[in-house]
């Protein structure tokens, strides 16, 4: 497991790719929709576009300078959505790891154009009483970096309207975990709605469990 703050190796690199087969391999991501990125110093490491991870090997990732001067250095064009990967880890000095994926319960609720409520103490787990919903925008643009960076401005994930959903991980390996969580809590959130009406916890009860949750999970390494 590599430990954060990452430099630009092809060990980082190789641990993104080895993500992104693990996001698929968990089944909250499909082909090849989702994409990693890794901060490495003031640039950051991202997957290329349109390239099966499989096939993936580390001289194909992308670099980009995060104060946006410079061009991307590669032999591939970097993933479509670099733009709020860049912004997040702006936003975000905290973070090392950006995870964007399409899983299905996520989607669904984006379609809907739903966030999730505090159906579950796990919530916590993203920064407050609800998993945001960015607004709609075109996949690549501006402004749905814009959309998302300010949906997640304090919070660790949200979902993307009739798009699917994104996380920031101190590590990658919290990114990825974070990410599962966020897709559990989908469906469960989904799943009460066919049995009854959910019952969402207060912004009291969230706050205890704030507190209790800030060392919860995987360690950051």
Same mark, same amino acid.
């Given at each position: 497991?590599?430990?954060?703050?990452?430099?630009?190796?092809?060990?980082l690199?190789?641990?993104?790719?080895?993500?992104?087969?693990?996001?698929?391999?968990?089944?909250?991501?499909q082909?090849?929709?989702?994409?990693?990125?890794?901060?490495?110093?003031?640039?950051?490491?991202?997957?290329?576009s %349109?390239?099966?991870? #499989? !096939?993936?090997?580390?001289? *194909?990732?992308?670099?980009?300078?995060?104060?946006?001067?410079?061009?991307? /250095?590669?032999?591939?064009?970097?993933?479509?959505?670099?733009?709020?990967?860049?912004?997040?880890?702006?936003?975000?000095?905290?973070?090392?790891?950006?995870?964007?994926?399409?899983?299905?319960?996520?989607?669904?609720?984006?379609?809907?154009?739903?966030?999730?409520?505090?159906?579950?103490?796990?919530?916590?787990?993203?920064?407050?009483?609800?998993?945001?919903?960015?607004?709609?925008?075109?996949?690549?643009?501006?402004?749905?970096?814009?959309?998302?960076? %300010?949906?997640?401005? #304090? !919070?660790?994930?949200?979902? *993307?309207?009739?798009?699917?959903?994104v996380?920031?991980g101190?590590?990658? /390996?919290?990114?990825?975990?974070?990410?599962?969580e966020?897709?559990?809590?989908?469906?469960?959130?989904?799943?009460?709605?066919?049995?009854?009406?959910?019952?969402?916890?207060s912004?009291?009860?969230?706050?205890?469990?704030?507190?209790?949750?800030?060392?919860?999970?995987?360690?950051?390494?």
């Amino acid at each position: 497991m590599l430990k954060a703050p990452y430099q630009d190796t092809p060990e980082l690199r190789q641990a993104i790719i080895d993500a992104c087969i693990d996001m698929n391999r968990r089944g909250i991501n499909q082909g090849t929709s989702g994409n990693i990125s890794g901060r490495a110093g003031d640039r950051m490491i991202i997957t290329p576009s %349109g390239i099966p991870y #499989d !096939r993936m090997t580390p001289e *194909m990732l992308v670099s980009l300078p995060l104060d946006g001067k410079g061009e991307p /250095e590669g032999p591939f064009p970097p993933s479509t959505e670099w733009q709020f990967h860049v912004a997040l880890l702006n936003a975000r000095p905290d973070m090392h790891a950006v995870v964007h994926a399409h899983p299905v319960h996520c989607t669904a609720l984006s379609i809907n154009r739903e966030g999730i409520p505090a159906c579950h103490y796990m919530i916590a787990l993203f920064g407050g009483n609800s998993v945001p919903l960015a607004g709609y925008a075109l996949f690549g643009s501006e402004e749905l970096a814009n959309e998302v960076a %300010g949906a997640m401005k #304090d !919070r660790n994930g949200c979902l *993307m309207a009739n798009h699917g959903a994104v996380v920031v991980g101190e590590t990658l /390996e919290k990114g990825l975990w974070r990410l599962e969580e966020l897709e559990v809590l989908a469906r469960a959130y989904i799943l009460s709605r066919t049995i009854g009406k959910p019952h969402i916890l207060s912004d009291a009860e969230i706050g205890e469990v704030m507190g209790a949750v800030k060392n919860y999970g995987m360690k950051s390494g």
